[in-house]
């Protein structure tokens, strides 16, 4: 994708955090972020959008997601008191679905009849051709052929909703050039078609629009936990991605002084560049899929390639709102390795019976980590995005390469 200069006049900070964010797209796309920034704000405001996107996030997602005290981990881990919001329990099995159902209903109130989407491991995918199957939108998902080949199941699951599976073969075939081809098609076909980008990334509107359809998620925690303790959690720990479940569970508690946040990223193999997924740990400020945010990129500019044993924080880049986070110090991030996300992921299916998605297993290691620094009457919430069905034959595999795999 060419980065083009920032459309709007310097005057216009709209659609930035701090000086992150932005629109830097070619001219063919203005026409339509402009429109999708006009009707999101206006379908928020009224009432029969808001009611029925409510009426789908209960009837179709199957919200709200239960809040969960874990007792045997919060014991064996000897500190805080751990509580899941369970994303996990969504139809779909992870958060993505919140916000695919608030496009899919935007796309209507446009008056248009098709939609693109990218992805990586399959999951934003299929919450896309699920979304679409629910009001008969067509739907294309552009995925790269690396991707296709590791994530078989979610590539059916999609075909079987009634989506068209299109292969990328560019860059590394992956999650990166899977949104540079969904941008591609929308430039061509933006009368027609809505894109239902799947995180806090790209050029504004998205980054707030898809938080606003993720903060459900932290409006239900935020009265769960009132109801279940009485008041708000010491920690809010998520991992990122692109950062929007993380978003999701921060943003209706952000001014909450006394509720520290957490980002975890995904540290891979190592720290070194290629090995992990973690630019707001180890990269720089530069434009990529048309927002200004944190991104891993060589010393050339390039974007980097990247690694992770979760396929879905498996990106170079970041939501901008997570870097204006950063650097402000609202939010500490960090990462996690993958073998620390084995661990924990093995450990909280024994402590609870819940086996978490690879992505929010990063977010339980964190929290491994934290609670026996802290006292037992303090609390600890994760947001467990999802679940890790999908990723069984990964960890099988993983499980079966290592050495002295716990019994
Ligand atoms: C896609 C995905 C993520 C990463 O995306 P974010 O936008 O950072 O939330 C995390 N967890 C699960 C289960 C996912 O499917």
New binding site residues.
Partial sequence: MAKKKDSRTAGEREGYFGRFGGQFVPETLVAGLDQLAREFPAAMADKAFVTEFDRCLREIAGRPSEMYFCRRFTEQLGGAKIHLKREDMNHTG???INNTLGQALLTLRMGKNRVIAETG?G??GVAAATAAAVFGLDCEVYMGTEDIRRQALNVFRMELLGARVIPVTSGQCTLKDACNEALRDWMSSVETTHYIL???TGPHPYPIMVREFQSCIGREARRQMLQAEGRLPDVIVA????????AGIFVPMIEEKDVKMVGVEAGGRSMNLGDHAAPLCSGAPGVLHGSLSYVLQDQDGQTAPVHSISA??DYPGVGPEHSYWKETGRVRYTSCSDDEAMDALVALSRAEGIIP?L??AHAVSEAMKLAPTMSRDQIILINL??RGDKDCNEIAAILERRKGAPK
């Fill in positions: 992870a958060h993505k491991a999951q934003h799947g995180s806090v991992c990122v991605g692109g950062g929007s479940n993380a879905g924080l998605a992505e929010s995005s999802g």
